[in-house]
């Protein structure tokens, strides 16, 4: 998870029952899912207006959608008095996105099955540049793209823990460069900054690790790109708002 870069949400809470949304920053993409995540707690007759300031961008692989869901359920179950464990707000994140559960998780996670399965990590703090190029990429192209790579070796957890800054590739990147050829672009300017590039989950943002001792990068990105550098997040701030597992 990064800080530094997050969107903002705030919740009025409503007796009527009404599930309400308000763009503080900007439209919103319609199938946002916030609203939904709102919906999803059923069996509550009250409502919620939700204001939402919105800062990381869209179709950019950031999972900015699946966080502000998961925030809504956490933030709702507190606002409420719900009183739902983990374990049940897991099972309704997974009706709405493969990457909710994650953010539900609490803090770092190796995450198998179609997103569910989460295996809590410890990771060492660390800074990020994080680099999203104009364009964006939508996610369902990428998984209909016929240079998409589909017989991926299984990475291993074992794997990852050797190197947990270093491991593995992305097996969307491939596609999503033939799609999106700004993702290239950006990667060579971090190579240019001396740094390791890759891209974020299904693009268009490209990130690399900072060194410690360093001071971020020396250069502007292109006009029209955003950048930030940001740090690594031991613990989602909202993880004691669902109530302890039965």
């Given at each position: 998870?990064?800080?530094?870069?997050?969107?903002?949400?705030?919740?009025?809470?409503?007796?009527?029952?009404?599930?309400?949304?308000?763009?503080?920053?900007?439209?919103?993409?319609?199938?946002?899912?916030?609203?939904?995540?709102?919906?999803a707690h059923t069996g509550c007759a009250l409502g919620a207006h939700i204001g939402?300031?919105?800062?990381?961008?869209?179709?950019?692989?950031?999972?900015?959608?699946?966080?502000?869901?998961?925030?809504?359920?956490?933030?709702?179950?507190?606002?409420?008095?719900?009183?739902?464990?983990?374990?049940?707000?897991?099972?309704?994140?997974?009706?709405?996105?493969?990457?909710?559960?994650?953010?539900?998780?609490?803090?770092?996670?190796?995450?198998?099955?179609?997103?569910?399965?989460?295996?809590?990590?410890?990771?060492?703090?660390?800074?990020?540049?994080?680099?999203?190029?104009?364009?964006?990429?939508?996610?369902?192209?990428?998984?209909?793209?016929?240079?998409?790579?589909?017989?991926?070796?299984?990475?291993?957890?074992?794997?990852?823990?050797?190197?947990?800054?270093?491991?593995?590739?992305?097996?969307?990147?491939?596609?999503?460069?033939?799609?999106?050829?700004?993702?290239?672009?950006?990667?060579?300017?971090?190579?240019?900054?001396?740094?390791?590039?890759?891209?974020?989950?299904?693009?268009?943002?490209?990130?690399?690790?900072?060194?410690?001792?360093?001071?971020?990068?020396?250069?502007?990105?292109?006009?029209?790109?955003?950048?930030?550098?940001?740090?690594?997040?031991?613990?989602?701030?909202?993880?004691?708002?669902?109530?302890?597992?039965?």
């Open positions: 998870m990064l800080i530094d870069w997050c969107d903002r949400l705030h919740f009025e809470r409503r007796a009527d029952g009404r599930i309400s949304r308000e763009d503080l920053r900007g439209a919103l993409p319609e199938d946002d899912l916030i609203v939904r995540a709102a919906q939402v300031e919105k800062h990381i961008p869209a179709q950019a692989g950031l999972g900015g959608g699946s966080s502000d869901a998961a925030s809504t359920l956490l933030a709702l179950n507190q606002l409420w008095g719900l009183k739902l464990d983990r374990g049940t707000l897991l099972r309704i994140g997974e009706r709405l996105g493969a990457d909710v559960p994650f953010f539900l998780g609490g803090g770092s996670a190796w995450v198998e099955g179609i997103g569910e399965q989460l295996t809590p990590i410890s990771l060492p703090p660390t800074r990020f540049v994080v680099v999203k190029p104009a364009a964006g990429v939508e996610t369902a192209r990428l998984f209909q793209s016929p240079t998409l790579k589909r017989d991926e070796i299984p990475a291993t957890i074992a794997g990852f823990a050797a190197d947990p800054y270093g491991f593995g590739h992305n097996a969307l990147q491939t596609a999503a460069q033939a799609a999106c050829p700004e993702i290239g672009d950006a990667l060579a300017w971090l190579a240019s900054q001396g740094l390791t590039g890759r891209m974020t989950g299904s693009g268009s943002a490209v990130f690399a690790r900072l060194d410690p001792a360093g001071n971020g990068v020396s250069a502007d990105a292109r006009p029209g790109w955003q950048l930030r550098v940001c740090s690594n997040m031991p613990a989602h701030p909202l993880s004691g708002w669902a109530a302890r597992d039965n």
